[in-house]
Nanobody, 127 residues
């Protein structure tokens, strides 16, 4: 699976962005998908994840209620709708894919469990 993230940009605090991650491969619908981010000087952190069917999601606490992850298996694309953006959301955002149908919530935030990674898209939120 090859992943291509897009949709990043510069936005003012309180604004919105929608990130997209397009995937190649006919088995897209069998993968769980996640978004991670890494700010300068910080470790990569989990943002959100969605299971293979779209029926289960998981979010990092600081983005709950502001970010929404979704997927369109017909378009081989996963989305991250980001509302009420804050300067602390500034980071390089990566999409990732992992296989597996069990223990979604347990593995969702564990970056080492993901098999494929996109190249990242920059999100900058100005105050």
């Amino acid at each position: 699976v090859q992943l291509q993230a897009s949709g990043g940009g510069l936005v003012q605090a309180g604004g919105s962005l929608r990130l997209s991650c397009a995937a190649s491969g006919r088995t897209f619908s069998s993968y769980n998908l996640g978004w991670f981010r890494q700010a300068p000087g910080k470790e990569r952190e989990f943002v959100a994840a969605i299971n293979w069917s779209g029926g289960m999601t998981s979010y990092e606490d600081s983005v709950k209620g502001r970010f929404t992850i979704s997927r369109d298996n017909a378009k081989n694309t996963v989305y991250l709708q980001m509302n009420s953006l804050k300067p602390e959301d500034t980071a390089l955002y990566y999409c990732a894919a992992r296989s597996g149908t069990y223990y979604f919530t347990y593995y969702a935030s564990r970056s080492r469990e993901y098999d494929y990674w996109g190249q990242g898209t920059q999100v900058t939120v100005s105050s």
